[in-house]
């Protein structure tokens, strides 16, 4: 059973909480001593001599299997995991999601080495390779989905990175934590009886996809030929779009941005008249490519293309805009 929101769910208590996390290294112990949990907690030990950001827990993998298929992972996806454990997210999404290949990091050798022996067994060492790097010292760019189940503040420490590196259009899956104001396209609450630790229960699951920098200035003709000038304001998929269209304020009522693909929906007044007009397209570098609709007496289609002057804002990212 899984439930929608569209955005932020309650960060889980566990991970961040050092003394959380020296209790359940502790119940770990104790667990297996008796053998009553020791599977679930085990990796727990382990983390405890660990020298990473974040302990180990693994994703169960039915939380897994809602990634994969939250981020559409298929055939032309390269899957990058941030601290990737067991290699169970790299495995499934090569094994089950039919992905090309990934790579995954970690600092902890018996986990790299525990990723590299499980891939063999699923088939597909190939394809997947589980290397001994720093996540924060990591080229990511070849990646079109990134996986992560690490901890809140370390998304945050991650976000300028991953928004600089990726392409815009890739797609960012985290299991239990949000990218703080940076707003998720999608997320899912999961009741999972059989987590023990994180939050108990219950996993949330986020999606975000890297949105292309449309800030600037652009310029374009509405299909009569009247000159559109506008700037674009960008905090990550969020635009805030103010100009003129033949000559008058341009009154924009809806944008939307998802990887390259805009949208900015006008009305414009032309002649004494009040025009919807929609324009989609495709950001590529300092053009757009698309088609703008009309609606006046029905519906009329024609080709959009806009050109950018002047630059772009060199990130997207608030948090990374030195004052
Ligand atoms: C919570 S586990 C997640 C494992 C796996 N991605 C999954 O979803 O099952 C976090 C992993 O990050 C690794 N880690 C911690 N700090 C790291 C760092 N700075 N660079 C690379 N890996 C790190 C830990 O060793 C651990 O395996």
Do not use: C
């Amino acid at each position: 059973m899984d439930s929608r929101h569209s955005n932020a769910a309650p960060a889980g208590p566990a991970l961040r909480d050092p003394a959380r996390r020296r209790l359940l290294g502790a119940a770990a112990v104790a667990a297996a001593g008796t053998g009553i949990g020791a599977v679930a907690l085990a990796p727990m030990l382990r983390a405890q001599t660990g020298a990473g950001d974040v302990v180990y827990v693994p994703t169960p993998q039915v939380v897994v299997n809602r990634m994969m298929t939250m981020a559409r992972v298929g055939p032309a996806d390269f899957v990058i995991d941030l601290g990737s454990g067991d290699g169970r997210q790299l495995i499934t999404a090569v094994a089950k999601f039919g992905a090309k290949g990934g790579r995954g990091f970690d600092l902890d050798e018996d986990l790299l080495r525990q990723a590299n022996e499980n891939a063999k067994k699923q088939g597909v060492a190939d394809r997947v390779t589980f290397i001994r790097r720093n996540m924060f010292e990591t080229d990511v760019s070849a990646a079109s989905v990134i996986t992560l189940y690490l901890l809140p503040e370390l998304n945050l420490k991650l976000r300028p990175k991953l928004l600089a590196e990726l392409r815009p259009g890739s797609r960012i899956v985290s299991h239990d934590y949000s990218m703080g104001d940076w707003q998720a396209e999608e997320s899912v609450t999961m009741q999972v009886p059989e987590k023990q630790v994180g939050n108990p229960g219950v996993s949330y699951v986020y999606l975000w996809i890297v949105p292309a920098n449309v800030s600037g200035n652009w310029q374009w003709k509405l299909p009569g030929g009247q000159p559109v000038e506008v700037t674009v304001r960008q905090r990550f998929q969020d635009l805030d779009v103010r100009g003129t269209a033949a000559g008058r304020p341009m009154n924009v009522t809806l944008t939307t941005l998802r990887g390259e693909d805009v949208r900015i929906s006008a009305a414009v007044e032309l002649n004494g008249r009040t025009l919807r007009h929609d324009f989609v397209g495709r950001v590529r570098g300092d053009a757009i490519e698309g088609t703008v609709r009309t609606f006046d007496k029905g519906e009329q289609a024609a080709p959009w293309t806009a050109a950018r002057s002047g630059g772009r804002a060199a990130s997207i990212d608030p948090s990374t805009v030195t004052r």
